[in-house]
């Protein structure tokens, strides 16, 4: 037991060492490159350049769940490269110590990283988001782009009644090609169309006659079209009427519930979750923001998959073969994160379930370590 406390302590510190020089060595290159990206606007006189510095640097809390799993991959490589370089681990099994009892120091150090990743997941990385958005906010011309179209949203308002439209400017409450699904006891079944329209808190304007600005306009036609409910039951809506106008209390203040839609970086996982039944409340599909809510457990994970993978593949190495573990770490993060992006792809567009496509990556890894395990040395 002696021995074995010994050799933990001593694979421990040796890949902990390691560790901390992978992850700082990544997270200083994601910084500067990140900031040679900003160059341009930095050197900008008509730029807000220390705005935009700030912005680049609270970059850092993201950069780091990023550069923890490469670290782990890093120090298990070269860690248990060095040491069967050394004839260190024909020692060890000579004196009972088995592949599987020498990964705990590694698999403690990976918990570890979860942990970290996790913690900063949860509150560095959503704090610096939303200073980082306030910056912005306070400096629109750093992310200013006129090319940008305004996304389309469908809500569900309290009532039951959907409105739609092709873009919402949250400023100034206009709405572009918008389709408002109505019913009441005088009007019935009702369903409003119109180019143009606004939103004043609760009030919905359509039509000409409203306090919207003559750009928005352009030289289309922008009379509201009512369709309603006839006595012909073999259609939907048999009466087309066209008005000049047409104004519908919507019973919630559009823009301040939108406005206080946020990013998922600026979330927490507890908020993401509230976010997202808010949003399906709506109408709106939440395979996005559900697939990224489930991500937040699978993030932090990535460390333990690169350790699972890393340390029986090191075995495979030649001996005498500096590079190899930069090589492999380089693949195996290639590997992993090719995985990521195209899983995180198919949840977004709900070709796989959110929580699969979350930990795709990872129970992929699970299985590609547990096969190279099987043939590893025992």
């Avoid at 090319?147 to 959907?162: C, H, M, N, V, W």
Wanted: aromatic content about 12%; some cysteine.
């Amino acid at each position: 037991m002696k021995l074995i406390r010994t050799v933990d302590k001593y694979v421990f510190l040796e890949a902990g060492g390691l560790f901390v020089l992978g992850f700082s060595a990544f997270l200083a290159f994601l910084l500067i490159n990140k900031l040679f990206l900003e160059a341009d606007k930095l050197l900008d006189p008509s730029q807000p350049g220390k705005a935009i510095a700030l912005v680049t640097l609270l970059e850092a809390p993201n950069f780091m769940t990023w550069s923890l799993p490469i670290g782990i991959l890093f120090a298990t490589l070269m860690s248990m490269g060095r040491l069967a370089k050394d004839n260190e681990l024909t020692a060890f099994f000579t004196n009972g110590i088995s592949l599987y009892r020498l990964f705990m120091p590694y698999l403690v150090l990976s918990c570890i990283a979860v942990l970290i990743a996790y913690f900063t997941q949860e509150n560095l990385v959503t704090l610096a988001a939303a200073r980082q958005q306030k910056i912005i906010d306070d400096n629109p011309v750093i992310r200013q782009d006129d090319s940008k179209e305004a996304d389309p949203f469908i809500t569900r308002l309290d009532s039951g009644q959907f409105l739609s439209a092709t873009s919402f400017d949250e400023n100034s409450g206009a709405l572009n090609n918008v389709v408002y699904d109505s019913w009441s006891e005088n009007e019935g079944e009702l369903l409003v169309t119109s180019r143009v329209g606004s939103v004043n808190k609760a009030i919905l304007n359509l039509g000409v006659n409203l306090a919207t600005p003559a750009h928005v306009f352009d030289h289309f036609t922008t009379d509201p079209k009512l369709m309603k409910e006839g006595q012909d039951t073999t259609k939907l809506y048999d009466s087309y009427v066209d008005e000049p106008t047409y104004k519908a209390n919507l019973g919630l203040a559009l823009a301040d519930q939108y406005t206080q839609i946020k990013t998922p970086q600026e979330l927490t996982q507890t908020d993401l979750a509230e976010q997202s039944r808010i949003k399906k409340a709506r109408g709106e599909n939440v395979a996005q923001e559900m697939t990224d809510y489930h991500m937040r457990y699978s993030g932090p994970f990535a460390s333990l998959a690169f350790a699972l993978v890393a340390m029986p593949l090191s075995l495979k190495a030649p001996r005498d073969e500096r590079l190899l573990g930069l090589i492999i770490s380089f693949m195996l993060v290639l590997v992993y994160y090719t995985i990521y992006f195209l899983a995180k792809l198919m949840g977004y567009n709900e070709v796989l379930p959110p929580w699969l496509a979350a930990w795709a990556m990872n129970i992929m890894f699970a299985f590609i370590s547990f096969g190279i395990f099987l043939f590893s040395r025992k």
